[in-house]
């Protein structure tokens, strides 16, 4: 069983940084791709960025040069650095795996609990 743990999200203020960071309870390399998805009051959740296993990068165009995922494969983690923050960056930011647990099996999609960013103006 694959588990995601969150953590980093916060309050700041417009133009400032946060760091999130998921650790997977698997090593990264056995993930497909792993990724970042908010949800603001009201909307829908969309896609922020993603990682495959082989190191390709996928971004929203909404964070495209303010956000940069990345992954330590040593600590099974993945971040998500947000640089140039405002206020519609605020939501519940999820991470999410997809990871197939046995070879040949089926594919799976896994998410964290999420982690509230709320920016303020």
């Known amino acids: 069983q694959l588990q995601l743990v969150e953590s980093g999200g916060g309050l700041v203020q417009a133009g400032g940084s946060l760091r999130l960071s998921c650790a997977a309870s698997v090593r990264l390399l056995s993930i497909t791709a792993m990724g970042w998805y908010r949800q603001a009051p009201g909307k829908q959740r969309e896609l922020v960025a993603t990682?495959?296993?082989?190191?390709?990068?996928n971004y929203a165009d909404s964070v495209k040069g303010r956000f940069t995922i990345s992954r330590d494969k040593v600590k099974n983690t993945v971040y998500l650095q947000m640089n140039s923050l405002n206020s519609e960056d605020t939501a519940v930011y999820y991470c999410?795996?997809?990871?197939?647990?046995?070879?040949?099996?089926?594919?799976?999609?896994?998410w964290g609990q999420g982690t509230q960013v709320t920016v303020s103006s």
């Open positions: 999410n795996a997809v990871w197939r647990p046995s070879g040949g099996g089926p594919y799976y999609t896994y």
């Open positions: 990682i495959t296993s082989s190191g390709s990068t």
